[in-house]
Structures are given as C-alpha cells and as structure tokens.
C-alpha cells in the first residue's frame, strides 16, 4: 500500500476502488457481532466459504463472502443479508447454507423459511422489518456492511472523508466550533458537552505550552451493554478518523485506544486497522500532508468497572492502580501525566467525522434541543426483538420498547425498564407520577407526564441515568428488589474500594436488600435505605459511587409497594426472591409423568405414576428445575 | 516580561456564615482549622497529600443558587463561597460512614469516640471482624510513599476485600522500620502489624536494615 500525500490523492484510490468494484457482483454479509458469534456465526461463514469454493457457480461472477460487525438484530442471529438481491435471512443454520446458495445465489430465488417474519407477515429486506424501520443508522451505517478488516472497503463506505476535508477546509479553531455548535454530547454515561470539554483542554494547553493527549474509553464494563463493541468490531476506522479529527482540532500528537481485555475481537479489528491506517498515511508523520503528527496505540484495560471512570483509565494509563482521584482538576486540564487530556468515549469519537461530513446544523437538528444526534442502545431483557438499536435522541420509551422491541413476548406486561447499566435507574413504563426536581438536577427541564422521551435531560429528570446504552426491559415476572440486589452486588465486586461511602455503602446497602428479600426488616429500613442511598450521592468520590444508589433509589421510588410487599406482607410479588416463594404442583394439570421428580436434585418431589405428583414445601430449596422441565406447566410460583 | 511579585489576594469567603480569609492554594479544610472550626477527618494529615478517601470532612457548598456536597480537604474555596461544616447534608453522609465504620472497625476506641461526637452509637450494620481496626484510609501508605519514599506498604486486592499489604505479601527489606506509619495511622491498627510489614527484626542484618 502507498502512502497517500494529499486529499487529492484519496479521492483518486476512493474513484479507483469504487470503479474495480462490480455493482452485480453478489455480497453475501455474514454477521459475526457478538450475538451471532455466540450462536455459531462462525461456523455459517466458513460453511458459505467451503459451499461456494466447491460449487460451480453458473453465476457470471463469484459471490463475495463478507464477515461483517453486528447487523443488531441478534435475537433472529444468525443473520445474512444478500446484496444486490436485497435479501435478508435470519436464524441461519450452517446446513441452510447450500440450500441459499442453490436457491438465491445460482437460480435467483428467495428462500422463504429464512425471511423474519412475525404475525404472518413476511419481510424480504431488512428496511421492511419494523425493528429496523424505525431505527436511524448513522454511526451504525457501516457497521455490519463493511469488512471491518480491509481499509479499501472501509474506504469505498467513504472512511476517511471527513479527515480529508479536515485540514484542507477547516482550521482547527473551525473544528472545534462545528463540535460545539453539534451539541455533541459525551456517550459514555454522564452526557457532558463534548466541544466544551474540547474548548477547555485547547484554552489550557495554550496556557501551558506542552502535548495534548487523547484517549478512546473503550472499557465497556456494563452488564448486558454491547455499543462499543459493535463499533470498534464493525467499523474500526469510524474511531481512528474520529481521533484523528479531535488531534487536529486539538493539536495532539498521541492517542490511547483503552480497550477492555474481555474484548478480543475489538482489540484484534483496531490493531489490524491501525496497521492499515498507518500504511496508507491516515496515522503518522505529516498526515495526508496538512502537517499534522499523530499516533494511536492500544492500551488493554485489566477488566476494572471503575477503569472507564476518567481519571481511572489515566492512573492505569499511568501504570498505577486503576483508581479514580477527585476532580477538579478535570482531565482537560490535568491529564494524563499532568498534561490536558480529552477522555471521549468510542461512540462520542465515532460521531465526530459524520459531524464534520455533514454539518453541525445537520447534526443538531437530529435529536432534541440539548440532546442532539442518535443514541446506540443495547437493547436486551424481555422484549422481543433484542439486539443492538440507533434511534434519535427524544424517541419515546414505548416506541423504543413497543415498535422497534416488538414489545414483551408472551402474554405478560411491560413493567419496567432499567437504562444506563448498573448505575442507570428502574423507571416504569407507566409514569404517572409529575416530575419534582431530582437532588441534583435543575427543574427547569420538565418532560411530559406520560411518555418518558429518551434524552440525557428526561433521564436525568426521572431519576435514572442515560449511561452508556444499556436498556434492559423487564415484566411482571422480575422483581425490581431482585434487580436492585443483583446491580447493588456487581457494583459492590467493582467498587474500587478507595472512599468509605462506596466501599462500606454499597456493603451496607446491599445488607439492607438481602434482608428485604428474606422477608425481614421493617417499613422504617426503606427511609434509612434511601438516606444511605442519598449519603452515597453526596459524599462517593467518583461517578461510579454517586450513581450506584440509583437502582436502589428509583425502585424505591416507583416501586414502593413492591418493597413493602417484601417486608410487611412477605410476599414476593413477582415470583422471584427464593425465601418468600412456594413451588407447588397443580394436581388437576399434572399428568404423573415424574419428570419433576427425576429432576428435583433434593429429592422432594413424591407421587406415583400418571398420578398428581406432590413437592415437599418444607425440603424444597426453590431451585426452579421442576417448573423448567414441567411439559404442562403444572408447577407454580406463589 | 517576568511575573511582578505581588501579595497574593486573599480569598474571601464564609464557614458557617462567619467571615474567613484563605490563600489561593489554601483548601477548606486548611482554612477551617485556622479559624478553630471543627471538621472531622480520619484520612487527612498534613504530612501527606490529601487524597479524600474517608469523606468526613464533607461540607455543603453554596455559591449563588447551586449547591454541593464536596470534601473539604480536597476543595479550594472561591469568592463569596458559603461553607456549612455541619448542614443537614453533610451531616447524612457523615453519619453513615461513622455508623458504617462501627461496623468495619469495631476494635477502634477513636472510632467509637468520633461518631459518639455525632451521635452515632450503635450500628445497623453486621460486623465481620470483631478485631478489625484498620478502615484502609490509606494515611500509611501516602506517608511510606510520599515522606519515607520507600513503597514498603501498599493496599491488595478490591473493593470490600481491599487490604492493607505488604508487596507480593511478604516482609519486606525496602521497611525502614522507621515506625512512621504507626505514628501516622488514625486508629492504631498498624501498632499490631509493623512485624507483618518488616519481619521479623532478629533476623534481618546488613546494609539498608534497621537494626
């Protein structure tokens, strides 16, 4: 590969690729993101591969077989999405792949058992698909359309573009306007204005001549969350130019990629892309000749929740133990090795070359007021359509859950919703209650009453957390204590154990839920919680501390009489805390088959054959297995 | 053009509604205990650099309309900035980390005595270590590190399980046995463990030990 001098010379390898490349010529887009990785994608690529290498292909040209980042759909996965056929299959098996390959890629037809489909409706292509429909795709857009690992098809998708028209058009004065005028807001959890951190760490460097350092946060620690991965998977490059744009902007000449050690595949894509971007003048010595000098190079983060915490990743930077230290200084202004650092998160970085492409103005009027561009959420728990959504800033929770989710499977109610990980809040579909100003957030931002509209503001409004992305719906059948112990107890493993609040708080907290969910404790624990809950607030060094009562704090909120439920009635409501639910057999369903029985590992489930099986309440430990293995659902819960 | 040597300007600002006068490099806490007003803290020591590990020196800070809760060993004061030492905000926090560390250190005679202070004398929370007296506020670490310059001391694992160690939990040669860390620890926890850090004295001879 050649170096490229100047913008002109991109254009001219862009028109190049983009003529070798024939518009007939069959893609078939096999999706490796982690959810179809997890259900044998792997196997299905090498499956088409193999197929395609022993057929004799009547076609006039070769399919081309592309292993892409996640298409987001991951409920349906595998996914294959045909091109220029405009076909889209979902839950693909490797034995489906000869019949695809006979069918759509030699005789020109479309395998109909393969299509989404859902009340009995089918969908060819995925824009028809109602979870896609409603979806925006601008940082996600190449992401699963790409070859993540070839810097020339990155290329023709028009990687690089923006960083082209950088330094040939725009000052870095200009730049670091059109992000502020974008409304660019931080992705990562806390929301704050990109560009005028930006500004910030520029006024300062000024003021105290020496290197600017950027870093990529890209230690995405959140239970069930899954944005940043699926960018740095899918399409690599989108953060290496958004890097490279914030350093001419910024003037620095060194960057950090702090990407988690759990993610392999992320850390394998960009350090093959950095390679590659190195190769063709993106990152280096005089980059595409407008003088500037930048390089990036990849850190691995040990694993640490808190190490996405900003002043974390600079002591793990630093070589010193991933805890965060108080701030001000900010990391604009006393960064990594005491010099101004700008910590973005990988979404935030991946948004700045659309930005530059397309305008603030075109950026700002994506979203709402103060909130402006498109979200990536993980969209996971009960709900339909699980998997990986782009939606503008402002939509709706319930067309977020209902039209893009396909709403909660089975019969059962849409209850809940957890947003922002770990430390996000629990709110209720159905928020009734009029909003009151939230201890720590200005109450001039009232959102509507009914419809809970999904910006930082009207998050922050009730209570919860934007955060990373994360959205975990939840029925009937979870019990919000539960789901506040279980968050209370990773945060508890994660705290870093530098301030008393978090270290001794979340303990304490955490003693204060596992009485409730014994049945025990009283009306009066839940003020005491919250006061503890509030003491965590204010007194916890870092943001891991300060937003960890919030699922604690937001449940007791909404779902109070769930808790009370737990203490005064001890009764489980949902089902779910072991030492207040009974498992019983329904002796008018239960056909005797005794599968229960040889299941039961305590032994307690007695009854003869083809007759009503009885379990022994008081040796039962409320495992579960007998109502899993149930044929007619005879076991139940009280 | 060099910097005209000028008489730094005073920050002026309230503690309690009453008028004090602070340094620019001077935080709260610093200007507080000038003025004879008591803020309680454990992990702050003026050998040390303040680090802000056991949050009860928190104060409630109002400047104009805003308000915050914020540590007042780690917090420059601004202009006009009003200090409650003992607001209803600050004194949630501190209560509950006082209550929270009965239950942490419940050996600690200085510990029972301080939330006495604040009226915090029985605790809700269940205890681990009847013995424990070290709440890890770190003051003999920073000392080790920052005025001994040796790194004899360090904390291990994280969390709940953070531990005051010895590197690789081991008695090491870089102890000085110069006992500063003792003499620093706001509990008296380390009076026990000094062996655990620099072995067994009898057997250590040669160049760099105490002997």
Redesign the interface.
């Known amino acids: 590969m050649k170096r490229i001098k100047n913008a002109a010379e991109l254009q001219a390898l862009r028109q190049s690729l983009l003529a070798a490349q024939d518009p007939d010529r069959p893609v078939v887009r096999v999706c490796l993101g982690p959810g179809c990785l997890a259900l044998g994608a792997e196997k299905v690529a090498r499956a088409f591969k193999s197929a395609i290498r022993n057929k004799k292909i009547k076609a006039k040209v070769r399919p081309l077989i592309k292993e892409t980042g996640c298409h987001g759909f991951c409920s349906q996965g595998t996914l294959v999405s045909l091109s220029p056929a405009n076909l889209f299959y979902v839950r693909v098996k490797p034995d489906d792949v000869a019949e695809i390959v006979e069918s759509s890629l030699v005789q020109g037809q479309t395998v109909e058992r393969l299509l989404y489909s859902d009340n009995g409706t089918r969908y060819r292509s995925a824009a028809e698909i109602p979870f896609y429909r409603v979806q925006q795709k601008i940082i996600l857009k190449n992401v699963g359309v790409i070859d993540p690992l070839d810097i020339n098809d990155a290329l023709r998708a028009g990687a690089y573009q923006s960083l082209a028209k950088t330094p040939a058009e725009m000052s870095p004065e200009e730049v670091l306007r059109t992000v502020e005028v974008s409304g660019l807001r931080g992705r990562g959890g806390g929301g704050f204005p990109t560009g005028f951190k930006w500004r910030r760490a520029v006024d300062n460097a000024r003021e105290n001549p020496g290197p600017v350092y950027l870093i990529a946060n890209g230690e995405e620690g959140d239970p069930g969350a899954f944005m940043d991965r699926a960018i740095m998977e899918g399409d690599p490059h989108a953060v290496i130019e958004g890097m490279v744009i914030g350093a001419y902007a910024l003037g620095a000449n060194q960057g950090f990629l702090y990407v988690r050690h759990e993610y392999p595949i992320a850390i394998q894509h960009l350090s093959i892309a950095l390679q590659q971007a190195r190769a063709l003048g993106f990152l280096g010595k005089n980059i595409l000749g407008s003088g500037l000098d930048f390089d990036l190079q990849i850190n691995r983060g040990a694993g ?1 929740y808190v190490c996405g915490e900003e002043t974390a990743i600079i002591a793990s930077l630093e070589g010193r ?1 991933g805890e965060p ?2 701030r001000p200084p900010f990391p604009a202004q006393e960064g990594l090795w005491g010099r101004p650092t700008i910590i973005n998160n990988v979404e935030t970085w991946a948004n700045v070359p659309h930005i530059i492409d397309q305008g603030a103005a075109w950026y700002a009027r994506l979203g709402v007021p103060h909130s402006t561009g498109t979200k990536i959420f993980s969209l996971v728990g009960k709900v339909k359509n699980t998997g990986l959504v782009e939606v503008p800033m402002g939509i709706s929770l319930g067309r977020l859950v209902e039209e893009i989710g396909g709403g909660v499977p089975g019969q059962e109610r849409f209850k809940a919703v957890q947003t922002g990980g770990p430390s996000g809040g629990i709110i209720p579909y159905e928020l009734k209650e009029a909003f009151t100003d939230y201890h ?1 957030h200005p109450p001039d931002l009232i959102p509507e009453k009914k419809e809970i509209s999904v910006d930082f503001d009207s998050m922050a409004q009730t209570g919860s957390i934007m955060g990373g992305g994360g959205m975990i719906v939840m029925d009937d059948h979870d019990c919000v204590v539960d789901v506040a112990r279980y968050f209370l107890n990773f945060l ?10 978090c ?6 907290m955490l ?1 204060f839920l596992d009485r409730f969910a014994r049945g025990q404790g009283a009306p009066e624990d839940i003020v ?1 919680l919250e ?2 809950g ?2 965590l607030v ?4 870092c943001g891991l501390g300060r937003a960890a009562p919030n699922p604690v704090l937001t449940s007791i909120r909404y779902f109070k009489d769930e808790y009370l439920a737990h203490i005064v009635d001890h009764h489980c409501p949902a089902g779910v805390c072991r030492d207040l639910i009974t498992y019983s057999i329904d002796p008018g369903v239960c056909s005797g088959c005794g599968l229960c029985a040889a299941d039961c590992p305590e032994a307690c489930i007695s009854g003869k054959k083809k007759k009503a099986h009885v379990i022994d309440a008081a040796a039962c430990i409320r495992c579960g297995a007998c109502q899993a293995v149930c044929p007619v659902d005879a076991v139940h819960v009280a | 053009m060099t910097p005209k040597k000028k008489k730094p300007e005073m920050i002026n600002f309230t503690i309690n509604g009453r008028q004090v006068q602070a340094k620019p490099d001077w935080t709260i806490l610093e200007t507080a205990r000038l003025n004879h007003i008591h803020i309680p803290t454990l992990c702050f020591h003026p050998a040390i650099t303040p680090w802000g590990s056991c949050r009860l020196c928190v104060v409630e800070l109002r400047y104009g309309k805003r308000g915050k809760i914020a540590p007042s060993c780690l917090t420059r004061p601004v202009h006009e900035l009003e200090v409650f030492t003992d607001s209803e905000r600050a004194q949630n926090v501190r209560r509950w980390v006082l209550e929270m560390l009965l239950a942490e250190c419940p050996a600690s005679r200085e510990i029972k005595d301080l939330a006495a202070r604040y009226g915090v004398t029985t605790t809700r929370f269940s205890i681990t270590d009847p013995q424990e007296e070290c709440l890890r506020c770190g003051r003999c670490v920073a000392v080790c590190h920052e005025v001994v310059g040796v790194q004899a001391l360090t904390f291990g694992s994280r969390g709940v399980k953070k531990q005051l160690e010895t590197p690789y939990r081991l008695p090491n040669s870089a102890c000085i046995g110069c006992g500063c860390c003792v003499s620093v620890c706001p509990t008296g926890a380390l009076q026990d463990r000094l062996d655990t850090v620099r072995g067994d004295l009898s057997r250590r001879t040669g160049h760099g030990f105490a002997h």
């Open positions: 640490a133990v230290r108080t720590y508890q493993e994660e705290s870093c154990g530098k301030c008393l609040p270290r001794l708080g979340l303990k304490g003693e005491a006061s503890l509030q003491a204010d007194g916890s060094l």
